[in-house]
């Protein structure tokens, strides 16, 4: 059977951690892509057991998920801007939190609501570089005129998403400054800004949050951050993946293993077939997606590293390591267990991330 193993301990101690960290401040515990591959509903019961009662998710239909499996008082942001009478209908049904990241966004919200006949609460969402949802700091105005003229909707907060605090706090505290000032400008104009939050786990980890009330976190509990930390400030991956081993044998010298025949044997040796693949998220990694030229340098860069690096993909069987030969396939890996008793039914142990592992695989937590 394959599953991914989440360590309570290890959750609690990243938990911990951003509650230090936090100081007091309201934690959103951000919960979006199926709590990161935790498991929507027990990530979220771990982080309410730990006194977090915050919630904020992508999808309304996640909203009525928490509110059908008992999550009935706390509160549950939903991050992105409705675009339909069905996101709005979940959204109210769920006594959620919408954002309204435009004008446009606002009249539809205020409609719809006028429609059911309910007062929707929402944050609103500004653009400070991410470049996807959100007013761009200059529309104060055009935010204060919901705040003016439609009723319908409850504005308890205003909030907005860093981009480069994993790597440029420059860039990153200016986009807090340009946040700020526009908190201060509808406070100006008589507008109460409600909750104003910014900060993503790298800015926690990175940045000052003492002029922010609250705090979303997201990665760090799962003790994978985007930038380099200290010790990685004590934060700790929470989980691994598990299956049986399904056939142990031996390859002669010559005899290669998987696609493109990337190994041959320089000798006899013993290897575990493991039903594990890329398909499962083994050896799956954030794609090099960007395309500026300093950025392609640099992932050139780092696969120059790897070459005279002896790191190697491994599993671990027995409690020792077993290095990956060949290609990872979709679904199966060889393993070299040539210096470790294995049988077919051992259980081999995979490093993978939660995020990129198959939502198919069962989630149980130890």
């Given at each position: 059977m ?7 301990d290890k959750?609690?101690n990243n938990?911990?951690?951003v ?7 309201p934690i ?7 709590g ?5 509903l027990q ?5 309410r057991d ?6 904020a998710?992508t999808?309304?239909?996640?909203a009525i998920?928490?509110?059908?499996a008992?999550?009935i008082?706390?509160?549950i942001?939903v991050m992105?801007?409705v ?9 109210i049904d769920?006594?959620a939190v ?12 205020s409609?719809?609501?006028?429609k059911?006949a309910?007062v929707?609460e929402?944050?609103i ?5 991410m ?8 529309e104060?105005?055009?935010i204060?005129?919901?705040y003016r ?7 308890t907060?205003l909030?907005?998403?860093f981009?480069?605090?994993?790597g440029?706090?420059k ?8 946040f700020l000032?526009v908190?201060?400008r509808?406070?100006e104009?008589?507008c109460n800004?409600g909750c104003?939050?910014?900060?993503n786990?790298?800015f ?11 705090v979303?976190?997201?990665s ?11 010790n990685n400030?004590?934060?700790?991956p929470?989980?691994?993946?598990r299956c049986e ?6 390859l ?14 320089k ?8 039903p594990?693949g890329y ?20 992932y050139l ?6 070459l005279?690096?002896?790191r190697?993909m491994t599993v ?9 030969l060949?290609?990872?396939?979709m679904?199966?890996c ?14 081999a142990?995979?490093?993978v991330?939660p ?8 989630r149980?937590?130890?």
């Open positions: 394959k599953a991914y193993i989440v360590e309570r959750l609690k938990i911990d951690i509650k230090k960290r936090a100081a007091g401040k959103y515990g951000v919960i979006k892509a199926n990161y591959g935790l498991g929507l990530l979220a019961r771990v982080l730990e006194g977090i009662d915050r919630f998710v999808e309304p239909s996640d998920r928490l509110r059908m008992g999550f008082d706390e509160e942001l992105r801007p675009v339909s009478e069905a996101d709005v209908s979940d959204i769920a006594h919408a954002t309204i990241g435009s004008y446009d966004d606002a009249v539809l919200l409609g719809l609501a006028e059911h309910e929707v929402a944050h969402k500004i653009d400070t570089g470049g996807r949802y959100g007013f761009v700091p200059a104060t105005e055009r204060a005129q919901i003229y439609m009723k319908r909707i409850s504005i907060g909030y907005t998403h981009n480069c605090a994993f440029s706090m860039k990153t505290n200016a986009q807090l400054e340009s000032a908190a201060d509808l406070r104009s008589g800004p104003v939050h910014a900060a786990s790298s926690l980890f990175r940045g000052d949050i003492s002029r922010t009330d609250a979303r976190v997201g760090a509990f799962l003790g994978r951050l985007p930038c380099r930390l200290k400030a004590g934060l700790q929470v989980g691994y993946a081993v399904v056939q142990v044998r031996w002669r010298e010559g005899q290669t293993v998987g696609y493109g025949a990337a190994y041959t044997a000798k006899a040796v013993r290897v575990a077939v493991i594990f398909a499962d998220g083994f050896g799956v990694a954030r794609a090099n997606d960007i395309f500026r030229f300093r950025d392609r340098l640099r860069l780092h696969d120059v590293r790897g005279f690096s002896a190697r671990t069987i027995h409690g020792r390591r077993a290095p990956v060949g290609h990872i396939g679904v199966h060889v393993a070299d267990v040539s210096s470790i008793q294995c049988e077919p039914g051992d259980e142990v995979i490093e991330s995020v990129y592992a198959n939502s198919a695989i069962e149980i937590y130890e």
